[in-house]
């Protein structure tokens, strides 16, 4: 039987609960994709209406209006104006929200001059009682020429009137509720007479803004139907006026408000988490739980993961007939394996944290509290978001810097992301800051190594701090500080909508960092093995005609070592280790080092990785403790160890510093749209690190 | 009195009597920030900016520079 699939689109402010909508509507039944040239997140989902029609469910980014100044916002435009797109929707579903009725509104009138059937969700019904709100909704319908489904997704109240009401979409008029071209009818006479087979509204958007349409010449409207940067806002204003005037003559009917009801919990709220000594108190507090979390709580699930990781390769080792699949699979796929989903504790409390601080709105009052600071160095208060992000991953971090309306502060922020200490980077501080600092405790219990990684998270943050000063002074961008930030009312936050988003988030960790790390590991493991050349065929023989033929006594025992030491020399990384040698030995590296900086360009953490399988070839075990025994024992040809201070030094601030991840260079050109920003943080922290490394490793040795 | 609603005091409303349309951003227009409506200032930032008002209901807060823009007819004095 031929199922129905009906397409619906849905569309709403942010703070709407629109999200909470989608999740209901769809539950799990969700994909997470990005639309095709551009990295903003496109969520679709399934939802089954009856029997035999089915809906699939597209959840746009949240937009006050369709006057985009994103490319999230712009997304929604550029759907609803291109019939031709798979997704163009059979019928909107616009999700406002009871208390901002009036707001909401203005979004929806929009869209009913696009004349697609459109469904009026109000959310969050469950407050109005609290709130003293009454709605008659049969005027309201009749007035916005729509069907009106009352929800709270809280309660899980109205999700099924939203299907019947999607069910039977066709019904709906798809007449706008107002008039919007009487602000200036001259204009756009002339406009409905140039282009007759083309709705005036869908005309007049693409002139009033920079969206790609495909079927529009919009060069030749742009010629002929031009106006000054200052007439068309003039008549945005008017037209915006002219929209709420509609709503207000609405909503004085249908919407009645006991002002007496009026709770004052936000205010209360406000006036201590935007106090001038409590708010930044608080801020701090919250901070310090967040690190707290991330870095004490998460080293649980983190060693499980490790240890069962290890373990398993051992196992695979051991039990599958000795080989070249056997080495691939237990050197190269379940180290690379394990190397991803260690870092899922981390991003997962991460992301709890930092949803749960937008779903319940006071990250609003974060960006309020710490704007005018984060101005000083070229930043905006919406850099706090992408700078607390950036200590999980810059990639999502650098992504959540879109919000910031001012090109300028977006770009520096874009910029400085990567200095803050990601989580890829401290699996290389343990092990290294295990080598060369004491286990001591300074006045009975501050713990040194503690305290070393301390300075190293503060040092990532300075840099970025400074270097955000820095870009500040030397960027000639002048772009206009168009700071709006809505302060969203308090809410506590949803369990499955937080759930939903930190699932969503770790899986894409997963499949798109992990599929680098996956990828570097097994080709780190080929290069690893195989060599060209004879040295590296004939190792076995030429180590023992070396032991049996040397003058001196050699116990037997130690060839298989030798012969691994000798195979890896002149294995392909080898001899790219090797060449390098000169390049870094002024840092304090060897070429085996090298290697491992060299491969950890791709992703940071294959910096552990690579020395484990360095180190480690030949021997049986797996444990961390042996790497690190390994590495403690490596010894120089002088005969001094080779992970001394100064080395270990110079190392960690060449990974505090140098932009090391594929990745994150891959999304900053995606965000910047051009190969000039990820060039330059590639060679100036690059640059950076190892200048500073060159000086710390001169300076100590 | 006219003034910017940059000069209004915690707590104070005014109704919104003209702005610099080359200075408002667009959003800011229609969060409901429009000549006629009443905009109250909520609580101010500790470092002198942004600025937290209620406009046509909507809760928004913007920054010194752009409040400046913002011209307002302060309804009573108390």
């Known amino acids: 039987m031929a199922k129905e699939l009906i397409k619906v689109a849905l569309i709403g402010n942010p703070n709407t609960g629109k999200t909470s909508v989608f999740n209901h509507l769809t539950g799990l039944h969700q994909q997470v994709g990005n639309y095709p040239g551009i990295t903003v997140e496109k969520k679709i989902g399934t939802c089954k209406l009856s029997e035999d029609t089915k809906a699939t469910i597209i959840d746009l980014p949240g937009t006050y209006s369709l006057n985009a100044?994103?490319?999230?916002?712009?997304?929604?435009?550029e759907l609803l104006m291109n019939k031709k797109d798979e997704n163009f929707p059979d019928v909107v579903v616009v999700v406002s929200e009871v208390e901002n009725l009036k707001r909401n509104l203005l979004l929806f009138t929009q869209i009913k001059d696009l004349e697609i059937p459109t469904i009026l969700v109000i959310n969050m019904s469950d407050r109005m009682q609290l709130k003293g709100i009454e709605l008659d909704?049969?005027?309201?319908?009749?007035?916005?020429?729509?069907?009106?489904?009352?929800?709270?997704?809280?309660?899980?109240?109205?999700?099924?009137?939203?299907?019947?009401?999607?069910?039977?979409?066709?019904?709906?008029?798809?007449?706008?509720?107002?008039?919007?071209?009487?602000?200036?009818?001259?204009?756009?006479?002339?406009?409905?007479?140039?282009?007759?087979?083309?709705?005036?509204?869908?005309?007049w958007l693409v002139i009033t803004q920079d969206v790609n349409f495909l079927n529009l010449e919009r060069n030749e409207m742009k010629s002929s139907f031009t106006?000054?940067?200052?007439?068309?806002?003039?008549?945005?204003?008017?037209?915006?006026?002219?929209?709420?005037?509609?709503?207000?003559?609405?909503?004085?009917?249908?919407?009645?408000?006991?002002?007496?009801?009026?709770?004052?919990?936000?205010?209360?709220?406000?006036?201590?988490?935007?106090?001038?000594?409590?708010?930044?108190?608080?801020?701090?507090?919250?901070?310090?739980?967040?690190?707290?979390?991330?870095?004490?709580?998460?080293?649980?699930?983190?060693?499980?993961?490790?240890?069962?990781?290890?373990?398993?390769?051992?196992?695979v080792k051991t039990h599958l007939p000795a080989g070249e699949?056997?080495?691939?699979?237990?050197?190269?796929?379940?180290?690379?394996?394990?190397?991803?989903?260690?870092?899922?504790?981390?991003?997962?409390?991460l992301f709890l944290f930092i949803s749960v601080l937008e779903e319940s709105g006071y990250m609003s009052?974060?960006?309020?509290?710490?704007?005018?600071?984060?101005?000083?160095?070229?930043?905006?208060?919406?850099?706090?978001?992408?700078?607390?992000?950036?200590?999980?991953?810059?990639?999502?971090?650098?992504?959540?810097?879109?919000?910031?309306?001012?090109?300028?502060?977006?770009?520096?922020?874009?910029?400085?992301?990567?200095?803050?200490?990601?989580?890829?980077?401290?699996?290389?501080?343990?092990i290294l800051i295990a080598l060369i600092i004491p286990e001591k405790r300074v006045l009975g219990f501050i713990s040194l190594q503690g305290m070393t990684l301390m300075v190293l998270y503060l040092l990532g943050f300075g840099m970025a701090i400074f270097s955000a000063f820095v870009l500040n002074?030397?960027?000639?961008?002048?772009?206009?500080?168009?700071?709006?930030?809505?302060?969203?009312?308090?809410?506590?936050?949803?369990?499955?909508?937080?759930?939903?988003?930190?699932?969503?988030?770790?899986?894409?960790?997963v499949f798109g960092a992990g599929k680098i790390i996956l990828a570097i590991s097994i080709i780190l493991w080929f290069l690893g093995s195989h060599g060209p050349g004879k040295d590296f065929k004939n190792a076995q023989t030429i180590i023992e005609h070396e032991v049996y033929s040397s003058a001196i006594a050699i116990n037997p025992s130690v060839i298989p070592n030798r012969v691994a030491e000798y195979k890896l020399e002149h294995s392909y990384i080898g001899i790219i280790g090797k060449s390098i040698e000169p390049a870094i030995r002024p840092l304090g590296y060897d070429w085996k080092i090298?290697?491992?900086?060299?491969?950890?360009?791709?992703?940071?953490?294959?910096?552990?990785?690579?020395?484990?399988?360095?180190?480690?070839?030949?021997?049986?075990?797996?444990?961390?403790?042996?790497?690190?025994?390994?590495?403690?024992?490596?010894?120089?040809?002088?005969?001094?160890?080779?992970f001394n201070l100064a080395t270990g030094i110079s190392l960690l601030l060449f990974y505090a510093f140098a932009m090391q991840c594929v990745s994150t260079l891959a999304i900053v050109k995606k965000e910047t749209n051009s190969w000039k920003w990820p060039v330059i943080q590639l060679v100036f922290m690059s640059g950076f690190a190892y200048l500073t490394a060159l000086l710390a490793y001169q300076f100590l040795k | 009195m006219q003034t910017t609603i940059a000069d209004l005091k915690i707590g104070q409303k005014g109704t919104i009597s003209d702005f610099n349309i080359e200075e408002i951003p667009l959003k800011l227009l229609e969060?409901?920030?429009?000549?006629?409506?009443?905009?109250?200032?909520?609580?101010?930032?500790?470092?002198?900016?942004?600025?937290?008002?209620?406009?046509?209901?909507?809760?928004?807060?913007?920054?010194?520079?752009?409040?400046k823009e913002i011209i307002v007819v302060i309804e009573n004095q108390n």
């Open chain 1, 325 to 349: 699949f056997t080495n691939l699979i237990s050197e190269g796929i379940i180290p690379g394996i394990g190397g991803i989903l260690i870092f899922i504790p981390q991003i997962a409390f």
């Open chain 1, 137 to 203: 909704i049969p005027f309201l319908e009749n007035q916005l020429k729509t069907k009106i489904a009352l929800v709270s997704s809280r309660k899980n109240i109205g999700i099924e009137k939203i299907k019947e009401l999607i069910l039977h979409y066709e019904s709906l008029s798809t007449e706008p509720c107002l008039n919007a071209s009487s602000i200036d009818p001259e204009y756009f006479d002339k406009l409905r007479k140039a282009f007759p087979n083309q709705l005036v509204y869908k005309l």
């Open chain 1, 594 to 642: 090298g290697i491992a900086v060299v491969s950890s360009f791709a992703a940071r953490e294959v910096f552990v990785g690579t020395l484990a399988t360095i180190y480690s070839v030949g021997n049986n075990s797996d444990e961390e403790s042996t790497i690190k025994e390994q590495m403690k024992y490596e010894i120089r040809e002088d005969g001094k160890p080779v």
């Open chain 1, 473 to 509: 002074k030397i960027l000639k961008i002048s772009s206009k500080s168009y700071f709006v930030v809505e302060m969203p009312s308090y809410k506590i936050p949803l369990f499955k909508n937080v759930a939903i988003n930190i699932l969503e988030k770790t899986k894409s960790f």
């Open chain 1, 227 to 315: 106006k000054s940067h200052a007439d068309l806002k003039r008549l945005q204003q008017k037209e915006t006026i002219k929209r709420y005037q509609f709503i207000n003559d609405t909503l004085k009917i249908g919407q009645k408000i006991d002002q007496s009801k009026a709770s004052d919990v936000r205010a209360k709220l406000d006036r201590v988490l935007t106090h001038k000594i409590f708010g930044y108190l608080i801020f701090f507090v919250v901070l310090f739980a967040i690190f707290q979390s991330i870095f004490d709580w998460s080293s649980i699930p983190m060693d499980f993961i490790d240890s069962t990781f290890a373990n398993l390769a051992t196992y």
């Open chain 2, 31 to 67: 969060m409901g920030c429009l000549p006629g409506n009443t905009i109250e200032l909520i609580q101010i930032a500790p470092l002198g900016c942004p600025l937290y008002y209620n406009v046509n209901d909507s809760h928004v807060a913007i920054r010194l520079e752009t409040a």
């Open chain 1, 69 to 77: 100044s994103s490319i999230d916002e712009n997304v929604v435009i």
């Open chain 1, 365 to 430: 009052r974060v960006v309020f509290l710490m704007d005018k600071i984060m101005r000083r160095f070229g930043l905006s208060g919406k850099s706090i978001v992408p700078l607390i992000s950036g200590t999980a991953c810059a990639i999502p971090a650098i992504m959540g810097a879109r919000n910031i309306e001012n090109w300028k502060e977006r770009l520096i922020t874009i910029l400085v992301t990567p200095f803050i200490t990601c989580s890829a980077r401290l699996p290389v501080y343990a």
